[in-house]
């Protein structure tokens, strides 16, 4: 950080030569303050003018071994892990309030610890007796898990270098409380600086720390992004209220692939992993009707078949409604708009409204020609054949484009009773026999194709 930014923000972290009331960058209100410097070194002289200490350099080729990793024993938990937690490594795990997150790590806990690991925990957020009823809900009371409420950093570290746990859950670290530094419980400071000190202590003592994030209004852990940057694996757990579908997701792991995800189904008794995702997700599905898709798609290292969802209706407002669940809002904008001007489908006049069935949500762009199958079938009110899937994505210019792991994808669908597959043309054909291929190069090919001659 530049010397003389000597405020930031609380809400994003933006540094600011002046306070002021309003943050430029994030337009929050009274959330500027001066931070305190944190260097605790010479004052005055540049780095170079004092020497420090040489470091000792080494070879890229290293003969350690792969880091250690527990597994809990739980697939959906392990695999997003690339495969258990590695020691000393220091994890967040991000989420709505209330969805979950709480539940998970004390289950976690009680794997961990059976297969061998020592687990404190550490509530900021809830009393112990409350988390006592929790594990007796959980059937976890019997569990070697050793539980703590508190919120002081300093006794927290003590208690850690005291009892040398394997691992340590730190729920939450927006609760948490250093006394050297001068605010709230909360704030960037509070929390860049609890961080700092439970990943460099768990680092130091070969610990492995996961900290409870909450996330803001715009769906990022709350507090600098930098807590992202200084642990070792970010998790976001999601899910919609309502629903009892929630998804574990990878978006950084320093040991294992990103973007990998863990389905587990919210019980009466706790979390349960869901082996088979595909078929969960479009269990729900009725009878063949106008606006429902099957989505061939691909999350992480494995297919996944979930149900899309579009209603068109005449709009009563000037400006007609564009509303979307589990997918972009942007993408959905483009996708309207190459429907309209490269098929002649207009939308105009018409509310829009798109979800994905189960409280999935879907980042990857494959998911195009699905959703515009979606939008063009509710529009119609023309069903799509009940066997089918659809996958692909769609270019501005209206073409369509060939998506990884088509045969994976296919391979899924066949598995799971699909006998129909509308797809892009590809170079190669996947070779998955018994599967109906059909192909199209551009949407209005393959809204032709889907819906007859228009
Ligand atoms: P919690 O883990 O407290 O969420 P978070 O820590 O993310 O805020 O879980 C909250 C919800 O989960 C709560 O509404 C009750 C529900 N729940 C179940 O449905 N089954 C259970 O066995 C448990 C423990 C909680
Ligand atoms: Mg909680």
Same mark, same amino acid.
């Given at each position: 950080?530049?010397?003389?930014?000597?405020?930031?923000?609380?809400?994003? $972290?933006a540094a600011f030569r002046k306070w002021s009331g309003q943050c430029d960058a994030?337009? @929050?209100?009274? &959330?500027?303050?001066?931070?305190? @410097?944190?260097?605790? /070194?010479?004052?005055?002289k540049s780095l170079g003018a004092i020497r420090g200490k040489a470091i000792a350099l080494t070879d890229l080729d290293t003969q350690e071994a792969e880091p250690p990793r527990t597994q809990a024993g739980v697939g959906e938990l392990d695999r997003v892990l690339g495969g258990g937690l590695v020691k000393a490594s220091a994890l967040l795990v991000g989420g709505d309030p209330g969805i979950g997150k709480s539940t998970l790590l004390l289950q976690a806990a009680a794997r961990f610890a059976r297969n061998g690991l020592k687990v404190i925990y550490i509530s900021g957020e809830e009393s112990n007796a409350q988390v006592q009823m929790r594990a007796r809900r959980l059937g976890l009371e019997k569990s070697p898990v050793k539980l703590a409420a508190e919120t002081n950093l300093r006794d927290i570290l003590t208690t850690l270098e005291a009892e040398k746990p394997d691992l340590a859950i730190i729920d939450s670290i927006q609760t948490m409380w250093a006394d050297n530094v001068?605010? @709230?419980?909360?704030?960037?400071?509070?929390?860049r600086s609890?961080?700092?000190?439970?990943?460099?202590? @768990?680092?130091?003592?070969?610990?492995?720390?996961?900290?409870?994030?909450?996330? &803001?209004?715009? $769906?990022?852990?709350? /507090?600098?992004?930098?807590?992202?940057?200084?642990?070792? &694996?970010?998790?976001?757990?999601? /899910?919609?209220?309502?629903?009892?579908?929630?998804?574990?997701?990878?978006?950084?792991?320093r040991f294992g692939p990103a973007d990998e995800i863990g389905v587990f189904e919210m019980t009466g008794k706790g979390l349960a992993e869901v082996k088979n995702p595909s078929a969960l997700f479009l269990s729900e599905r009725g009878a063949p009707a106008p606006g429902s898709v099957v989505f061939a798609g691909f999350e992480g290292t494995r297919p996944m078949l979930c149900e899309i969802q579009a209603l068109v209706a005449p709009s009563p407002h000037s400006q007609p409604r564009r509303s979307v669940v589990g997918w972009d809002? $942007?993408?959905?904008?483009?996708?309207?708009?190459?429907l309209e001007s490269r098929c002649g489908v207009p939308f105009t006049g018409l509310d829009v409204y798109l979800n994905v069935a189960g409280g999935l949500r879907i980042t990857e762009p494959g998911a195009d020609l699905a959703v515009a199958a979606a939008l063009v079938s509710a529009r119609e009110d023309a069903a799509l054949p009940a066997e089918a899937v659809v996958f692909g994505e769609i270019s501005l210019s209206g073409a369509l484009r060939p998506v990884v792991q088509t045969e994976n994808r296919l391979k899924e669908a066949q598995k799971l009773g699909f006998t129909k597959a509308i797809i892009p043309q590809q170079a190669k054909q996947p070779g998955v026999n018994g599967l109906d291929l059909r192909t199209a190069t551009d949407l209005a090919g393959f809204v032709e194709e889907v819906f007859g001659a228009r």
């Open positions: 950080m530049a010397k003389d930014l000597n405020f930031s923000c609380s809400e994003c $972290g994030c337009q @929050a209100w009274n &959330t500027i303050s001066e931070s305190k @410097a944190l260097s605790s /070194g010479p004052k005055g001068d605010s @709230a419980p909360g704030s960037v400071s509070q929390v609890s961080a700092h000190e439970l990943t460099t202590f @768990a680092k130091r003592n070969g610990m492995s720390v996961i900290m409870v994030g909450h996330v &803001t209004k715009d $769906g990022s852990i709350a /507090g600098p992004r930098v807590v992202e940057h200084m642990v070792d &694996t970010v998790l976001y757990f999601e /899910g919609e209220r309502g629903h009892q579908f929630r998804i574990l997701r990878s978006v950084k792991n809002g $942007g993408r959905l904008a483009m996708i309207l708009a190459v």
